[in-house]
């Protein structure tokens, strides 16, 4: 089983640039959230998804849009990369019936020059 | 989304019981409390989750008390690859982490050692 797929696993961006982060999970679970993660701190949640076509912002959302077009896939979007959004992006899912359990990928460590 | 409160980090020895306690005095009613597990370079794990009483699973166990302002997550014998963060978070059920602003928190650091 594959459960919750990020890539890139490393990217370096220089300031300004866009790039997608992907994510994908195949248990079918109608939530999806990305999380950032500095160093020695705990997770911040970014923006989340109940369903397909439904996506609300997260603690700290600004500089990232999401979309969510199918049930699969939760692609986070930097437009404009910043120093700032140097971090560690998880992508987690979940189903309502497993009373809030999330399944977690395994990072994607972003660089902003 | 109940804060929480928990120890910034412990240290153990291999095969020790390890308790780490989290405060939530601000629980709500209908709010679960779980806890997860996350190694260096990876995505936190699901441990155990519960409601009131005691939860045991084959990894931990965990006791809330009747009041339900804390709870304590046990790691029984604990070996090397225990060392981890922990977090403990609370939230309302199956919708929780449905938009509720979910929040990790620092977690606490435990060390285990030789």
């Known amino acids: 089983n594959a459960g919750v797929t990020q890539t890139p696993k490393f990217q370096v961006l220089k300031t300004g640039q866009s790039m997608t982060l992907q994510c994908a999970q195949d248990m079918n679970h109608e939530y999806m959230s990305w999380y950032r993660q500095d160093p020695g701190m705990g997770l911040r949640l970014i923006h989340y998804s109940v369903g397909a076509g439904i996506t609300d912002q997260g603690e700290v959302p600004n500089g990232y849009n999401v979309s969510r077009s199918t049930t699969e896939d939760f692609p986070l979007r930097l437009l404009s990369a910043a120093p700032s959004q140097t971090s560690v992006y998880f992508c987690?899912?979940?189903?309502?019936?497993?009373?809030?359990?999330?399944?977690f990928g395994e990072g994607s460590r972003l660089t902003v020059l | 989304l109940a804060k929480t409160t928990q120890p910034i980090s412990m240290d153990s020895y291999e095969g020790q019981e390890v308790n780490i306690t989290c405060s939530h005095n601000n629980i709500a009613t209908n709010d679960y409390i779980t806890w997860y597990q996350q190694f260096p370079s990876q995505g936190p794990r699901f441990i155990i989750q519960?409601?009131?009483t005691k939860v045991t699973n084959e990894v931990a166990s965990l006791f809330i008390p009747a009041d339900r302002k804390s709870s304590t997550l046990s790691l029984p014998r604990v070996s090397l690859s225990d060392t981890a963060v922990y977090y403990c978070?609370?939230?309302?059920?199956?919708?929780?982490?449905?938009?509720?602003?979910?929040?990790f928190g620092g977690g606490t650091r435990l060390m285990v050692k030789p």
């Open positions: 978070l609370v939230g309302d059920g199956p919708k929780w982490n449905a938009g509720n602003m979910l929040t």
């Open positions: 519960g409601y009131k």
């Open positions: 987690a899912s979940s189903s309502e019936k497993f009373t809030g359990e999330l399944f």
